[in-house]
């Protein structure tokens, strides 16, 4: 069993920075790939970031790639997501998931059912 904590959302204006922080509870955490989602108001669920467990692997949607930076320190079972340069439209509700696919692709594939998720945290960015 694995519970999943997102952390360090808010208000920030456009141009700013942000760091998610996503701590998992319960063992084996370097065992998990995990991912980063978001949800905007009347839209649907999009892939932000997933990171695999040996931190080789990344993947990063378009719109976030030279912006986002996933990272993840095994030994305090805590991924992160550096979010820089935020815009108006990366206003939404931020979940990280956590699964044991065999490979990452899985992870940030919007057609796989993950294990766990967070509760989600608002990131909201002012123009």
């Known amino acids: 069993q694995v519970q999943l904590v997102e952390s360090g959302g808010g208000l920030v204006q456009s141009g700013g920075s942000l760091r998610l922080s996503c701590v998992a509870s319960?063992?084996?955490?370097?065992?998990?790939?995990i991912g980063w989602f978001r949800q905007a108001p009347g839209k649907e669920r999009e892939a932000v970031s997933c990171?695999?467990?040996?931190?080789?692997?990344?993947y990063y949607a378009t719109f976030g790639k030279g912006r986002f930076t996933i990272s993840r320190d095994n030994a305090k079972n805590t991924v992160y997501l550096q979010m820089n340069n935020l815009k108006p439209e990366d206003t939404a509700v931020y979940y990280c998931a956590a699964d044991r696919f065999i490979e990452l692709y899985p992870m940030c594939s919007l057609e796989t059912e993950k294990v766990y998720w967070g509760q989600g945290i608002q990131v909201t960015v002012s123009s």
């Open positions: 990171i695999s467990t040996n931190l080789l692997d990344k």
């Open positions: 319960g063992s084996n955490f370097g065992y998990f790939h």
